[in-house]
């Protein structure tokens, strides 16, 4: 085993959380079941990394091999990266071709080699019929670098693939270019939407959101909800209260629905748009140009954030389009300007 | 928003006429501390800022220092005054500090007898840091590691840097004896340890007392404000703001940025006073921006809380930092956080 590929498989299975070991490498496949009980697992993991190096070793354990390793691991951790979502378009009056994933494979890998001698590149299948490949970039002249691959998850028959893009910017033309002829697809475009949720991503991509759960009940009349609260009050004043509650509640189920909200981190609103306010009409009123403005809303859950802002009485109900439509749209990136 | 607590403040004071314009200070605690001592129930008078002005004071002040007090944050702490404090004395300190940094160090480890510590302590005075020539001059001290190298052109590393000064604090100082240094704000960068290691040795010496200066989302409209009524030839910063959402579970932050030129022209429309800031055009600038936002989300940022604004001028987070990005105003906004410095005080 070459050494750079040993210090690659060292550094792949050093990222492996200890509780995680047995359950990705059962995964890789590459020891039977019956080496693996032979391997120490309670020693310290840089000690257990050297064992399962030197194992690999005796069975010549090739690029591929460790390739595929780091694939098992960024799928068991796929939120770790950030994911964008690429849709592309097919052939103007081209038949739909049957798929076929080897020649998808071996025309996806000609494409970056023949640009770039030297890429590795490698695949797995995964539910669902996805495929997930791994690019690792090289120059004509320079071996690929190991540590910063580029990976795509793509749904074939559909136009659509996601990929967690290397830091080295100047793949991306060329990834594009290499899955488009792939496909057989005419175009490839980014979409103004990216997570760190890949799930979530398909789920909006696919419009899968928006399955009822069967026992998602949260439906419940508010008046059982606030039993014993308001004893003091005027009874006609918790009414009103009650009444407005619950047409925020309803509006708020209407717009986001009565299911679980694809995760989502931020949502970012470039706004070119003139200033106008009916109580300060005098402000700005001659100017033509727009506030250019930028807006960006983060949270560890962006859509369940803003579903809870109307019955927090931060946000009127219903909430502002720009805001409700992010799933339909399959958007967080928007660029707004006056009609 | 929280409620307003902000001092009242008397129209512009005439200083003696030896001082030039830009030396005017408007002096707001005077009436609050003599309401305060009355304890009568003040009539909110709508306070009133200076705009800040291009200080001719920078030409005193060493570049070399006030590049280095630049584009750097710092943590704001309010200090009650110092007593004996002499700037004759700064070499005495700076052996004193030096020796119990050191020494608290290496508390709980064996050290041998006379060992030479490698980091030391140095003040040094900033000049031209003040707004009257009235304010106790600032001083600055650094924690320097030692150059283990013998070659002399290997530089001290900074270690940690912190530095105490006070701009228009006429008010206060004529509350104060002569025995104590009025130096009520302190700004601090590096670890928060030397930070606690420096202020013990200071409490202990001058007996004074250092105090986070948190920064309310009223103070942070003001500054919002004033440093957008500025004059700037260009804009190195977009005017950002940033909010933070009280829903849960899950924490949501707003970031509200705007085009500096496009800032500056919603103020120039909102403002009407020449040379000065008033609490109507405060609320009016942020209203503006607010109902602007409304318009396209729905959200009512009012009712959330504005945790940081930032401009070409400087940029300050509601828990007390501080980076100041311009050094044409930077007497302007120090002469600010003086004012919440010495309001914490009091």
Redesign the interface.
């Known amino acids: 085993m070459e050494e750079t590929v040993a210090e690659f498989l060292r550094r792949t299975i050093l990222k492996i959380p200890m509780y995680e070991m047995m359950t990705i490498l059962k995964a890789w496949d590459f020891f039977p079941e019956e080496q693996l009980q032979t391997v120490n697992f309670r020693q310290r993991k840089e000690q257990l990394a050297v064992d399962l190096v030197l194992l690999c070793e005796k069975k010549s354990a090739s690029l591929n091999d460790v390739a595929l390793l780091d694939i098992i691991y960024t799928q068991a951790h796929r939120n770790h990266k950030v994911w964008d979502v690429f849709q592309m378009s097919e052939e103007p009056d081209d038949d739909v071709n049957l798929f076929d994933m080897e020649q998808f494979k071996s025309s996806f890998k000609k494409t970056l080699q023949r640009a770039l001698r030297n890429v590795t590149v490698s695949f797995r299948n995964a539910e669902e019929n996805a495929v997930w490949i791994r690019v690792a970039w090289g120059t004509q002249c320079s071996k690929p670098n190991q540590y910063k691959p580029t990976y795509v998850v793509y749904y074939p028959q559909t136009p659509y693939a996601f990929a967690s893009l290397s830091t080295l910017k100047s793949t991306v033309p060329l990834l594009g270019q290499a899955l488009k002829i792939a496909s057989n697809h005419h175009q490839i475009m980014k979409m103004d939407l990216r997570s760190r949720h890949l799930d979530s991503l398909k789920a909006i991509v696919f419009k899968q959101y928006n399955q009822v759960f069967e026992n998602h009940n949260s439906t419940k009349p508010l008046q059982e909800r606030n039993l014993g609260q308001n004893r003091n009050v005027d009874p006609r004043l918790i009414h009103e209260n009650t009444v407005e509650k619950e047409r925020i509640q309803r509006i708020t189920e209407e717009t986001f629905g009565d299911y679980p909200q694809p995760q989502l981190e931020f949502a970012q609103y470039k706004l070119e748009t003139k200033f106008k306010s009916d109580i300060n009409r005098g402000i700005l009123a001659e100017r033509e140009e727009p506030l250019r403005c930028l807006v960006k809303f983060s949270s560890p859950h962006l859509l369940e954030a803003l579903k809870s802002l109307a019955p927090a009485g931060i946000a009127d109900a219903p909430l502002s389009p720009l805001l409700t439509c992010i799933p339909s749209k399959r958007k967080n990136y928007f660029k707004i300007r006056d009609k | 928003m929280e409620p307003c607590d902000s001092p009242e403040s008397t129209p512009r004071q005439n200083a003696s006429s030896n001082l030039k314009d830009y030396f005017l200070a408007s002096t707001p605690w005077q009436k609050r501390l003599e309401s305060v001592r009355k304890q009568t129930s003040f009539v909110q008078t709508t306070p009133r800022r200076k705009v800040p002005e291009c200080s001719q004071l920078q030409e005193t002040i060493d570049p070399h220092k006030l590049a280095f007090l630049l584009h750097k944050q710092w943590t704001l702490y309010s200090l009650t005054p110092l007593y004996k404090f002499s700037y004759t004395n700064l070499k005495e300190y700076s052996r004193l500090l030096s020796a119990f940094v050191a020494a608290e160090k290496q508390k709980g480890l064996a050290v041998e007898v006379g060992e030479d510590f490698n980091i030391k302590v140095i003040f040094s005075t900033l000049l031209g840091i003040k707004g009257t020539p009235r304010d106790s001059e600032a001083f600055l001290v650094q924690i320097l590691s030692k150059s283990q190298l013998p070659s002399k052109n290997r530089e001290d590393k900074v270690l940690w840097t912190g530095w105490f000064c006070c701009i228009f604090g006429d008010s206060f100082l004529e509350t104060v004896s002569e025995d104590f240094t009025c130096l009520p704000l302190f700004l601090a960068n590096g670890s928060e340890s030397n930070t606690a290691i420096i202020g013990t040795w200071f409490q202990k010496t001058f007996d004074c007392y250092f105090s986070r200066l948190a920064i309310n989302a009223f103070n942070l409209s003001w500054m919002a404000a004033m440093w957008t009524a500025c004059k700037m030839d260009h804009y190195m910063a977009?005017t950002e703001f940033l909010w933070s959402?009280?829903?849960?579970?899950?924490?949501?932050?707003?970031?509200?940025?705007?085009?500096p030129e496009?800032a500056k022209?919603?103020w120039d429309?909102?403002h009407k006073t020449p040379g000065e800031v008033t609490q109507e055009e405060v609320d009016?600038f942020m209203?503006?921006l607010c109902?602007?936002?409304h318009?396209?989300?729905?959200?009512?940022l009012s009712?959330?809380r504005l945790v940081r604004v930032s401009t070409s001028v400087a940029s300050a987070h509601t828990d007390g930092k501080i980076k100041i990005l311009c050094h044409k105003y930077l007497i302007g906004v120090l002469a600010y956080l003086t004012e919440l410095a010495v309001f914490q005080i009091e």
């Open positions: 977009t959402v009280p829903c849960s579970p899950q924490s949501l932050d707003i970031s509200y940025a705007v085009h496009d022209a919603l429309s909102v009016l209203d503006c109902s602007h936002f318009r396209h989300f729905k959200i009512h009712a959330t």
